[in-house]
């Protein structure tokens, strides 16, 4: 899905001998998010793929990390506050 959105974009898996462990399989669920704090997700699973990847692109594109970091999280926190209207 990701490739839709960066055509001729590659991912390329490097094993670091020394990096910490990850899991192999790491899972998204805001479930626990929801029942807990009452936290809903108001982006789409498509429109946070699409997002993920334009700030990859951009990032490699010389973009601030920190500025894209703020972009995205005020668009989010402004569809937030359109939906409790």
Do not use: H, K, N
């Not at 805001?30 to 789409?44: D, H, N, T, Y």
Request: glycine letters at 4%.
């Amino acid at each position: 899905m990701a490739s839709r959105y960066w055509p001729g974009s590659f991912l390329e898996f490097v094993e670091e001998v020394d990096a910490p462990v990850e899991s192999p399989a790491l899972l998204v669920d805001s479930a626990r998010a929801a029942e807990v704090l009452g936290f809903l997700p108001s982006w789409r699973f498509e429109e946070t793929v699409m997002r993920t990847v334009s700030w990859y692109r951009e990032f490699a594109q010389g973009a601030s990390a920190r500025e894209l970091c703020r972009a995205d999280i005020s668009d989010y926190l402004a569809l937030q506050r359109q939906e409790l209207v």
